[in-house]
């Protein structure tokens, strides 16, 4: 279990081919404040040391599964670490490919037809999915909220004090008002999450 305002780190695992569909899911869970770890440089298929590292170190993986997905052996080698460790994967379909076993009979997220403008019905689900593995409810409902909708977003906020998107608020409203933030606690063990652009 998390400690409170501590977030979880997801890392999504794509094919190249499908790298601009990584990089927008990426910044739509970073707007959610969930910790996410992409490497964006990724130009090879191979599974080395370093991405077995990387793998073992997230708590939670994300792999989306596509025609190009499914042919590849660095995303096949990631997803094999994530399926190995219970309660750490979750799936998506970018398109109706169904990967190969063991992954073909776990649960899948929908994420067909995803757009900058576009949210699919999948999207809300994978976020409930990584937010209860956080003990984070109502994320459903903050994605939900409009432009116009700042009370309603206020009330989310005061509703859940200790979600990370709550905090982050409440730090920006700090440094607005001048006030300093409070020395960071050590986390003496605690594997860090490095997010990358």
């Known amino acids: ?12 695992i794509s094919a190249i081919e499908d790298r601009d569909m990584a990089k927008l899911i990426a910044r739509r869970l970073r707007a959610l404040k969930f910790k996410v770890w992409f490497d964006q440089k990724q130009t090879d298929n191979v599974f080395d040391a370093k991405d077995a590292r990387n793998a073992g170190n997230s708590e939670s993986m994300l792999v989306l599964w596509s025609e190009h997905a499914a042919r590849s052996d660095w995303v096949r080698a990631a997803a094999s670490i994530g399926h190995s460790r219970p309660g750490m994967l979750a799936q998506t379909s970018l398109d109706k490919t169904i990967p190969y076993e063991p992954f073909k009979s776990d649960k899948r997220y929908s994420l067909e037809g995803m757009t900058s403008r576009k949210t699919p019905e999948g999207f809300y689900q994978v976020v409930e999915d990584l937010g209860q593995r956080q003990n984070r409810t109502g994320l ?12 309603e977003r206020d009330d989310w906020l005061a509703a859940h004090p200790e979600d990370p998107l709550a905090l982050d608020a409440k730090a920006k409203r700090d440094k607005a008002m001048g006030i300093k933030p409070p020395p960071a606690a050590s986390e003496i063990g605690r594997a860090s999450c490095r997010e990358r652009v």
């Not at 279990?1 to 999504?12: E, M, N």
């Not at 459903?140 to 409009?146: A, L």
């Open 1 to 12: 279990v998390p400690v409170t305002g501590v977030q979880t780190c997801a890392l999504p």
């Open 140 to 151: 459903r409902e903050w994605m939900d909220f409009g432009s116009k909708d700042d009370e």
